[in-house]
């Protein structure tokens, strides 16, 4: 099921879509990581995942 996860950082308009939730938590992981050196556990993430 595709999932769409917007990034909630001020000033950040990052948006990711993929195939399954596993794949969007890994790549927001990353895009946390690399642009706001934060770690997001992926509970944090699945929460925002948005389905469509
Ligand atoms: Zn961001």
Redesign the pocket.
Known sequence: MPAQFE?F?DG?N?MVRADSDEEVVHLVQE??QF??DISLDSDTIESEIEQT
């Open positions: 990034c950082q950040c990052f895009h946390a642009v706001h």
